[in-house]
């Protein structure tokens, strides 16, 4: 119903920067969720920053006070800003959007790497 796709991921040395972006197509309608998670190799998918209607913002522990998330609404597009990045950060990201309760729409994922 919905697709997604994810850019900017990329190489990035320890102390980096990489601003990754979200962009949604199809039967979007109003957006109520937006997320940003991760996958590294062996380990579990992990909410890296979230973003609901009415503003509220949320970062996962391991991210927090280096990334952050925006969107634009007329536009049907999001953004993750991503600083000091550190080897850790390394993973497959993925946005994720939902319309509506039981709604549930991801991305195919960007790769980032760190290297140190």
């Known amino acids: 119903q919905v697709r997604v796709v994810e850019s900017g991921g990329g190489l990035v040395q320890t102390g980096g920067s990489l601003r990754l972006s979200c962009a949604a197509s199809g039967s979007i309608g109003t957006i109520l969720f937006m997320g940003w998670y991760r996958q590294a190799p062996g380990k579990q998918r992990e909410l890296v920053a979230e973003m609901h209607s009415g503003g509220y913002k949320g970062y996962g522990d391991s991210v927090k006070g280096r990334c952050t998330i925006s969107r634009d609404i007329a536009k049907n597009t999001g953004n993750l800003q991503m600083d000091s990045l550190k080897p850790e950060d390394t993973a497959v990201y993925y946005c994720?959007?939902?319309?509506?309760?039981?709604?549930?729409?991801w991305g195919q994922g960007t790769q980032v790497t760190v290297s140190s």
């Open positions: 994720r959007i939902r319309r509506f309760l039981g709604d549930d729409n």
